[in-house]
């Protein structure tokens, strides 16, 4: 089984000639110390941590799983070994605010970090990366007490944190929630009630677990707009900020799942534990959705991080694996048998996979920079720019999680068809990436929610169509300067700016439908999300293709010109092999909803 190796090159691109990180830094009032050494010495550093210590644990941590006895969960052998390093490297508190003791860098630094630590190892990752929505959450709506009795020991990564929103009666449909919360006479609240699937919601690897809790308070009004939102920390803390007595709440169980067995999803029971409120009342759910686009975003990272792990093992296996003869002749003469690597069909899976995750990795890194320009809107208070930046974001948001843990699905499965039989063995850590990769299509909302939400919330709701307007307008600008290039780039702005007037074209079309069938937007959500990802994902092959040529043409690149060639060809191949599907799924989205919904409910089947 081959290590895992942080994909520095493709990083790098990105960041100094793609997306000219360096000067987006430079423009951020948290930016001054994100020098390109500073950045550099950060992703080495990482790299260091994710192949020499996370990527050993990924399947010793898989086999072994969590232990739960008496109500108390063990993380697999090694585990607390590792996270307490991650913690003295100061990793935990990269992109926080100083005043808590975080280094206040950008927060895209962080999710270039994510990705290293989730390709290496995503149910490590998971234990502190849950707590990344713990600490916006109460950074953007705690009081000055929570803030400075939570935050530095969550920032240390001392503490780890949790959302408790799944309850075994709703998951999405959150306006069910039966936990209730009644006041007390000191001012603080009891919990009582039951939330499930709680990642990270119980194990050793910490002190002290602060969990982040919805819950209704005694006479609140029915739905969604009856519910609060609660600080439960698993020790009550003292005003020294040192933790003391338990509180009264305790881990029932923990699932046996399909993958991520490292990490521990928990069933939680609150016994009148002791609560205190965040934010306004009935006003919990707002403040949630921070928390859960936190998680959405690193969700979206997951589906990279999978199709990454996967592509680097598959790419060696094929490179060493040999099998039958090229039917163009002889590739390999000294042996008796071609590698995998020279057959059509194994290349196309391989540039499949590796077009995922270097298309996704730009994806994520560009809407990081949307994300960093929030987080400042967040920390200065500044209410007009924050909605503005949240609603830009909230557009990429559905987009990136469906699509790319869908895709990321996809490459991890074409993993294991590379290995062939060998995939489907434990040994090999194949058929532990595709089954690590499902959950991340299911949890923070399956593919089905984010779609609604695209469609349905953003696009038609809230924008009329205007964030497709806004972002399609950027494809165009990009296409119109390049239409008449020769080759290649050429030819992907031209298919880009008739996928620009395409998308607008289906938007209008559905928005003119829902007006009289109103299951029409349920009907084309899913389609319409994987439309609106395969096209997206073009555009950020095309400005890499372009980026890429423009430095074979001036000589000026960092990298060789091998790898910008290698770029171009990916692209192409992207643009060829894989957008295509896109028109597949325009056709889908515009069928009629009467192929879904006329057949009677009785007939789906018949004993």
């Known amino acids: 089984m081959m290590d895992y190796k942080a994909p520095l090159r493709d990083m790098r691109f990105l960041i100094n000639e793609v997306l000219d990180y360096p000067s987006h830094y430079a423009a951020l009032p948290n930016g001054a110390d994100a020098t390109p050494d500073m950045v550099e010495a950060i992703l080495e550093g990482a790299a260091t941590l994710c192949e020499e210590v996370l990527a050993p644990l990924n399947l010793s941590g898989d086999r072994e799983g969590c232990r739960f006895e008496n109500g108390e969960v063990s993380t697999p052998t090694g585990f607390r070994e590792a996270y307490r390093q991650f913690v003295d490297g100061g990793w935990q508190g990269l992109s926080f605010p100083e005043a808590y003791g975080g280094q ?77 919360a009644e006041l007390a006479d000191d001012g603080t609240y009891r919990v009582t009630g039951t939330k499930i699937f709680i990642s990270a919601g119980e194990h050793d690897l910490t002190d002290n677990i602060i969990h982040i809790v919805l819950a209704r308070v005694t006479g609140a009004p029915a739905g969604t707009r009856g519910i609060s939102l609660f600080i439960v920390p698993k020790f009550l803390v003292s005003a ?66 999978h199709a990454e792990a996967s592509f680097q093992r598959a790419l060696q296996y094929a490179s060493e694996r040999r099998s039958m003869r090229a039917l163009s002749g002889k590739k390999d003469p000294d042996f008796k048998a071609d590698a995998l690597i020279w057959h059509p069909d194994v290349r196309r899976m ?166 009289k069938d109103r299951e029409a937007v349920g009907s084309a959500s899913v389609d319409y999300l994987m439309y609106s990802g395969f096209v997206m994902m073009a555009y950020f092959w ?45 056709t889908s989205a515009i069928a009629p909803t009467s192929s879904v919904l006329d057949m009677d409910k009785s007939h789906f089947a018949f004993g």
């Not at 372009?546 to 010109?561: F, N, T, V, Y």
Request: aromatic share 8%.
């Open 104 to 180: 206040g860098l950008p927060a895209s630094i962080s999710a270039i970090k994510s990705e290293m630590m989730g390709t290496a190892n995503w149910s490590f990752a998971m234990y502190p990366g849950l707590s990344v929505g713990c600490i916006n959450t109460i950074v953007q709506f705690g009081s000055d007490e929570q803030k400075d009795m939570y935050l530095p020991s969550l920032v240390s990564g001392e503490w780890t944190g949790t959302m408790c929103l799944t309850e075994p009666q709703c998951g999405t449909d959150l306006g069910q929630i039966q936990t209730r």
């Open 542 to 586: 095309a400005l890499q293709a372009d980026k890429a040529s423009e430095l074979l043409r001036s000589g000026a690149g960092r990298e060789s010109d091998e790898f910008y060639r290698a770029k171009i060809q990916t692209a192409q191949f992207y643009f060829e092999r894989l957008l295509p599907r896109a028109g597949s799924h325009y």
């Open 240 to 305: 020294a900020g040192v933790p003391g007595k338990r509180n009264d709440l305790a881990c029932g169980s923990i699932e046996h799942k399909m993958g991520i067995r490292a990490s521990a999803t928990a069933v939680l029971n609150f016994d009148g534990a002791t609560a205190f409120m965040m934010g306004e009342e009935n006003k919990g759910l707002e403040a949630m959705f921070t928390f859960m686009n936190t998680a959405r975003i690193g969700t979206a990272i997951q589906g990279v991080c």
């Open 350 to 515: 391989l540039l499949t996979q590796k077009a995922i995750a270097e298309g996704g990795r730009a994806m994520i890194y560009s809407v990081a920079k949307i994300a960093d320009f929030l987080v400042n809107a967040v920390l200065d208070g500044d209410v007009s720019r924050q909605k503005e930046e949240d609603s830009c974001l909230g557009f990429y948001t559905p987009i990136l999680k469906g699509f790319l843990t869908e895709m990321g699905l996809e490459a991890a499965n074409l993993g294991m068809q590379v290995y062939g039989g060998h995939g489907y063995i434990h040994e090999h850590g194949m058929e532990q990436i595709a089954r690590d990769a499902r959950i991340a299509t299911l949890y923070e909302g399956t593919t089905g929610i984010q779609a609604l939400d695209l469609l349905g919330r953003k696009v038609l709701l809230a924008t009329k169509g205007k964030c497709v307007r806004d972002f399609t307008l950027t494809m165009m600008k990009f296409s119109r300067g390049r239409l008449l290039q020769p080759g290649a780039i050429g030819k992907m702005a031209r298919s880009l700016l008739k996928r620009s007037v395409e998308w607008n074209i289906l938007t209008g079309r559905i928005m003119l439908r829902a007006t």
